[in-house]
């Protein structure tokens, strides 16, 4: 892997923390660094070419029912502010 952040800048680790304390499964991806499973979702995949906000946030919010901002807070974060899925 090149980098540790994602084309706007987030971290990995960030971006993968955030999706796990949604209940998002994290595996390794052929293409991509990791793959994001959500029951019920496709996968999305993560990776340094990845732009979080665009791609990320939106699977994450539509996965979780929650808002695109929320899920972007949380992805910068890597953590979400309240839990109660």
Known sequence: MAGHKTRDGIRLTDVLKAAALAGAGIRQGAKHAYMLLYPGSRPCPVATSTHAERMVAPWLAQATGRSKQEAYAA??????????N
Not at 75 to 84: A, D, F, M, Q, T
């Open 75 to 84: 992805i910068r974060n890597g953590y979400w502010e309240s839990i109660s």
